[in-house]
């Protein structure tokens, strides 16, 4: 296995983030952002109400290299990354093995705000 994780990680790694990756901002809670080419797969989103209001939830998965060259060696699930102009909190990591680290990340907003008599007269 070992063999097939140092070919993958000479070969096949640079041929998946060049063709499927695109720019990120990664910005670990130690240290300076960076920019660096990540997978990004479509967000799924949730809603959930509770006492404050109505919020949804937003994730998907971002692949990213843990190369020392051009990746991130230690992802951490206290770091947040920006797409695109939206910043994500990493939520998980799914994966880290290899020269690839699978990450859920988390964005979390508002749907509905309350405020006094927003509805009416109680």
Same mark, same amino acid.
């Given at each position: 296995?070992?063999?097939?994780? %140092? @070919?993958?990680? %000479?070969?096949?790694?640079?041929?998946?983030?060049? !063709?499927?990756?695109? #720019? +990120?901002? *990664? &910005?670990?809670? !130690?240290? %300076?952002?960076?920019? @660096?080419?990540?997978? =990004?797969?479509?967000?799924? $989103?949730?809603?959930?109400?509770?006492?404050?209001?109505? %919020?949804?939830?937003?994730?998907?998965?971002?692949? +990213?290299? #843990?190369? $020392?060259?051009?990746? @991130?060696?230690?992802?951490?699930?206290?770091?947040?990354?920006? +797409?695109?102009?939206?910043?994500?909190? =990493?939520? #998980? @990591?799914?994966?880290?093995?290899?020269?690839? $680290?699978?990450?859920?990340?988390?964005?979390?907003?508002?749907?509905?705000?309350? &405020?006094?008599? *927003?509805?009416?007269?109680?």
């Amino acid at each position: 296995m070992a063999k097939f994780d %140092d @070919i993958f990680a %000479d070969a096949a790694r640079p041929v998946l983030l060049d !063709n499927m990756g695109r #720019t +990120i901002t *990664y &910005r670990p809670h !130690n240290g %300076d952002a960076v920019a @660096i080419t990540a997978v =990004v797969e479509p967000e799924a $989103a949730a809603e959930r109400q509770d006492e404050q209001g109505r %919020d949804r939830r937003r994730r998907r998965v971002v692949i +990213i290299s #843990t190369a $020392a060259s051009g990746g @991130i060696a230690s992802p951490s699930n206290k770091d947040t990354l920006d +797409i695109g102009t939206e910043e994500w909190s =990493v939520e #998980t @990591i799914e994966n880290h093995s290899g020269s690839l $680290a699978r990450l859920l990340v988390v964005r979390i907003g508002s749907v509905e705000r309350s &405020r006094p008599q *927003y509805r009416g007269q109680a």
